[in-house]
Nanobody, 116 residues
Framework: QVQLVESGGGLVQPGGSLRLSCAAS????????MGWYRQAPGKQRELVAT???????NYADSGKGRFTISRDNAKNTVYLQMNTLKPEDTAVYYC??????????WGQGTQVTVSS
């Protein structure tokens, strides 16, 4: 049974930081590309950042220079460090694990709210 469990969300003031974590189980973690996506109210889910099995990273323009994705294969965990947060970063953040189109899994999401 595949499980992706996100943590680290919460309420933060503009300009603040949060680190999201996603602990994976039930998959061969180091073989999967991992990613973070987000969905704001009334909007479609969008890419935030991905990290491949070899460690290559990709970021949406909205997070470049502010967000850093990383992975710890020994802990089966992927992280998203978010700095200089803005109100428009408010969304539910979802962890994704993808091996191929048929092996593509999602976490339950964690709420991030950026507000003063």
């Amino acid at each position: 049974q595949v499980q992706l469990v996100e943590s680290g969300g919460g309420l933060v003031q503009p300009g603040g930081s949060l680190r999201l974590s996603c602990a994976a189980s039930g998959i061969t973690f180091n073989a999967y590309a991992m990613g973070w996506y987000r969905q704001a109210p009334g909007k479609q889910r969008e890419l935030v950042a991905t990290i491949g099995s070899t460690g290559s990273t990709n970021y949406a323009d909205s997070g470049k220079g502010r967000f850093t994705i990383s992975r710890d294969n020994a802990k089966n965990t992927v992280y998203l460090q978010m700095n200089t947060l803005k109100p428009e970063d408010t969304a539910v953040y979802y962890c994704n694990a993808r091996y191929n189109v048929n092996l593509n899994f999602w976490g339950q999401g964690t709420q991030v709210t950026v507000s003063s």
